[in-house]
């Protein structure tokens, strides 16, 4: 086990400002809502049931863990990194939408939580959390509307515009809600956002960037506070390539952020933001970006947010492949996530047919990766080698294996790397939190997830 001081390690426990929301979810009853839970402990409490001490051994397949340990590292890694650089996180809380990793991520100094909708931002409001980063357009009256009526002093919106009609959409929205209510909502603190010829959303040249910026100084419910993108959606690997294109897209959005400071068209009385993904690109955003900081702003401060957020979990396939530490030669993040699944049947030789498929365990950037076998949760396991999975159905994994070398029984156990956390979490109501997946199996934590 990784000889990490008591201080350093997460413990999922409550920071000051969520002690209602964590108690909330210690009283939580388990039942049949919550897969890998056995029946035997339906009744009890989420915190009743952790503080038995539960092993891993005492659940069921099919099963999502997470290990305490490799988050910390992973945690520790990017805090350091960050301080290191002079830049700020905001980590995609869309990767988990788990209160109690964000509560661990702010608690290390994360400038807030990226999410991308109205019904997340509704379920960080509702666990306390303060500064919310939304990169896409407010585009629903509702929503506008809940936003208008929840920011002020304990709880703060910053979203995006890419066009002028999403700036004369808010600000008409906005100024309809003063009308009807009588009331001058706060002002929406808005970024906005350059995209690229592949991207994904955002303004496609720089001049129509001016543009937007222009409408929103000109605009009474509106203030712009920075500028953002997502270089990732024209560069999903991480070869010299796409690292080229992440720099051009960075030059860009350098150029347009000095051309809205010299306008004037940046809120006075706002610090401001550049933000970018930054996953595979961490180094490139920081030594870039960062330029800005020490730019005449007129007084401001400019804040750089990188919104990873996959980071914390990492996993053994997409991410570890594309994974800056380890390419640069620093101590890689950790695959913080497992599956388990038990072999149901074996209806010719070498395959087995194992009861966790599509519905538990993610397939949308690589399938599971066999990793050890054993006769049971928790039991001595064996290095799984020359085995693959092939396919996946909703409730099976096809385990492919050269039975000269590998013994493989019904029932056993076998122990699967995962690649991409994002569509792992949503699988999941509730997650077990072992100390640590290879040594100490204890599970320390049960993560509520809300998607």
């Not at 500064?131 to 919106?157: C, H, M, Q, R, Y």
């Not at 949308?364 to 054993?374: H, K, R």
């Not at 159905?393 to 492919?400: A, C, E, I, P, V």
């Not at 640590?436 to 934590?445: F, G, I, L, Y």
Request: charged share 20%; hydrophobic share 45%; net charge negative.
């Amino acid at each position: 086990m990784d000889d990490l001081a008591q201080s350093e390690r997460m413990t999922l426990a409550s920071p000051a400002y969520a002690l209602d929301m964590m108690a909330n979810l210690g009283r939580v009853t388990l039942d049949w809502r919550h897969k890998s839970i056995p029946a035997t402990f339906h009744g009890q409490s989420a915190a009743e049931f952790v503080s038995r001490g539960v092993e891993l051994s005492q659940l069921q397949t099919p099963l999502l863990t997470l290990d305490l340990m490799a988050m910390t590292h992973n945690l520790k890694q990017i805090s350091a990194w960050g301080s290191a650089r002079g830049v700020l996180l905001a980590p995609h809380g869309t990767t988990t939408m788990a209160p109690q990793l964000w509560a661990e991520q702010l608690e290390r100094g994360a400038w807030g939580i990226t999410l991308a909708n109205y019904a997340q931002m509704r379920v960080a409001h509702a666990h306390g959390i303060a500064k919310v980063l939304l990169p896409n357009t407010l585009s629903d009256p509702g929503a506008i509307a809940w936003v208008a009526s929840v920011t002020g002093d304990d709880f703060e919106v910053v979203s995006w515009v890419d066009s002028l009609q999403s700036v004369e959409m808010l600000e008409a929205t906005l100024t309809r809600l003063a009308t009807t209510t009588g009331r001058v909502p706060t002002p929406l603190r808005v970024m906005v956002e350059l995209g690229g010829a592949v991207g994904r959303t955002g303004a496609r040249s720089i001049n129509a960037v001016l543009d937007i910026s222009r409408a929103v100084a000109a605009a009474t419910h509106l203030v712009l506070v920075g500028i953002g993108g997502y270089e990732g959606a024209p560069a999903h690997s991480a070869d010299e390539a796409a690292l080229q294109t992440v720099r051009d897209y960075l030059v860009e959005m350098l150029k347009a952020h000095k051309l809205i400071l010299a306008s004037g068209h940046y809120s006075e009385g706002s610090n401001l933001i550049l933000s970018t993904g930054g996953r595979a690109s961490f180094e490139d955003v920081a030594s870039m970006l960062t330029t800005a900081i020490d730019s005449d702003a007129g007084g401001r401060r400019i804040d750089v947010l990188i919104r990873s957020g996959d980071y914390l979990v990492h996993d053994d396939r997409f991410h570890r492949g594309i994974s800056h530490f380890a390419r640069r030669g620093l101590a890689p993040f950790r695959a913080a996530m497992h599956g388990w699944a038990r072999v149901v049947s074996q209806p010719e030789e070498g395959l087995a047919l194992l009861d966790g498929g599509k519905r538990d365990f993610p397939f949308d950037e690589g399938l599971p990766e066999p990793q050890m076998i054993g006769a049971d949760l928790g039991s001595d396991m064996a290095e799984l080698v020359g085995a693959s999975i092939v396919t996946q159905y909703d409730q099976h994994s096809f385990l492919r294996f050269d039975p000269a070398t590998t013994t493989v029984k019904v029932g056993d156990v076998v122990r699967l790397g995962l690649s991409h956390p994002c569509t792992a979490f949503d699988k999941w109501t509730l997650i077990p939190v072992l100390e640590d997946a290879t040594e100490d199996q204890r599970v320390v934590s049960l993560v509520h997830t809300f998607f």
